[in-house]
């Protein structure tokens, strides 16, 4: 009972999809019972008369040519197959049109659903204790409710259907026999149909009920959902992590721009390279605008070469500058002295002097 109560959520789209490939689909056995009578009456009805005259021909061709039949074993088999084939040719189409509608009442339920595991042997299908679970319990009996429903609603309506035709049926002895049997039909038609009114509204009902039982089973608690959006996205947190990291690197300028608006390039000289800027109107302090370790230090080395952006060698600077100080962060007090002494040394080579030493 706590598990149902827990179970409060709208089914994912992966859920349906997951209980679809396994067999468990929407339907309502009623639908397909009635339908298929109603079809089935319907067949009889309007194909009766065909059916019986086609018969009828295939008799009277066999008895018209039993006077000239010579009555072999091998006569008897070519009759056989011949007569045979002839009434299967009468029943194939109706047979036909019966399980081509019973596909489509399925298909129109629950859409068309191939799979094979719900051939798969299971304990389950062949315990005969879970067979007496299913039939005695909540479900059996409320399956055995709806046919016992169905037997009260349906008796009284038979009852007074023949009950109005009495007077009719005591003197039906008297008409000719093709009108017995045409009378007869009509009346017993009808009696379907009327039954069958009623089967289709309690089919609907038993419909409507299917269909709000199969999502209340389809419901999945909170944790479920949880669980299946960490197995389709992956966990909240680590996620969160790889979100932070991304903004991060996005929020990272484009090396080979870094490089070019950089003063000077300090390296150890092939394990670390920092790329520094020294701006007075942006920062009081130099900079450090990208920096790097292994291929990404070969690859601000190469840029700036690329770019004619100095590059000194100070190994201790460059691990210190690379452990301590961030991307696009000033650089701390204590580094000021020997990135000062680099960055004079370099505008001396250039014929200037940094706006603030």
Same mark, same amino acid.
């Given at each position: ?31 397909? /019972? ?46 056989? $197959? ?18 081509? /509608? ?7 339920? /629950? ?9 798969q042997p299971k304990a389950q299908k062949i315990s005969p204790i879970a067979g007496i679970k299913r039939i005695f319990g909540t479900q059996g009996l409320f399956q055995f409710f709806k046919s ?6 349906? $008796? ?64 999945? /608690? ?21 979100f932070k990291l991304a903004l991060k690197l996005l929020r990272r300028p484009r090396l080979d721009h870094a490089v070019l608006n950089a003063d000077v390039v300090v390296t150890n000289p092939t ?87």
């Open positions: 009972m706590a598990d149902k109560e827990e179970r409060t959520e709208e089914p994912t789209a992966k859920r349906l999809a997951q209980a679809r490939s396994e067999g468990q689909v929407f339907r309502s056995q009623e639908v397909l /019972s009635v339908g298929m009578l109603l079809i089935g009456i319907s067949i009889i009805a309007f194909g009766a008369s065909w059916a019986v005259s086609r018969l009828a021909n295939i008799m009277a061709a066999l008895f018209l040519s039993s006077s000239t039949m010579i009555i072999t074993q091998a006569s008897v088999q070519s009759l056989a $197959m011949e007569y045979g084939l002839r009434v299967v040719g009468i029943m194939v189409p109706l047979m036909s049109v019966l399980m081509i /509608s019973g596909i489509i009442l399925n298909v129109v339920q /629950s859409g068309w659903n191939w799979t094979f595991k719900t051939l016992f429903l169905k037997i009260v609603i349906v $008796m009284p309506v038979a009852y007074f259907h023949i009950r109005g035709l009495m007077h009719e049926i005591v003197v039906l002895h008297k008409q000719p026999l093709e009108n017995v049997f045409s009378t007869a039909g009509v009346w017993i038609l009808l009696l379907f149909y009327k039954v069958i009114a009623i089967l289709i509204f309690l089919s609907l009902l038993d419909f409507i009920y299917e269909r709000w039982r199969f999502k209340e089973n389809m419901k999945m /608690s909170k944790q479920e959902v949880k669980d299946e959006r960490k197995q389709t996205d992956g966990d909240p947190k680590v996620k969160k992590q790889r394990h670390y390279a920092v790329a520094l800027q020294y701006d007075s109107q942006q920062a009081p302090a130099p900079r450090v605008l990208a920096k790097g370790i292994r291929k990404r230090a070969l690859r601000i080395r190469q840029l700036a070469k690329e770019k004619n952006t100095p590059i000194v060698e100070n190994p201790p600077l460059a691990r210190a500058l690379y452990g301590s100080v961030a991307e696009l962060q000033e650089i701390p007090e204590e580094l000021y002295p020997a990135v000062a002494t680099i960055l004079a040394a370099i505008y001396r080579k250039k014929g200037h002097t940094p706006a603030h030493t």
